[in-house]
């Protein structure tokens, strides 16, 4: 969070200059890539287990019908 962002909130009562709209933009889009980075990193982790859950599951069958 910038210093900009800490002296303005979107409820206050003057209006914000182009700086504190331009920093306050550029703080939602950092917030906004570090959130997608973290759904990004949990979707890859899912389907891992979910590759490994299959892959497990598939040996058991093939055992199951060859043994």
Request: aromatic share 2%.
């Given at each position: ?24 933009m ?13 759904a ?21 069958r ?6």
């Amino acid at each position: 969070m910038t210093e900009i962002h800490k002296k303005y909130r979107l409820t206050s009562t003057e209006e914000p200059t182009d700086e504190m709209l331009q920093a306050l933009m550029e703080d939602v889009a950092e917030a906004a890539r570090e959130s997608n980075a973290r759904a990004e990193a949990k979707k890859q982790r899912m389907l891992q287990d979910a590759a490994h859950t299959i892959a497990i599951r598939r040996a058991q069958r093939k055992a199951t019908i060859h043994g």
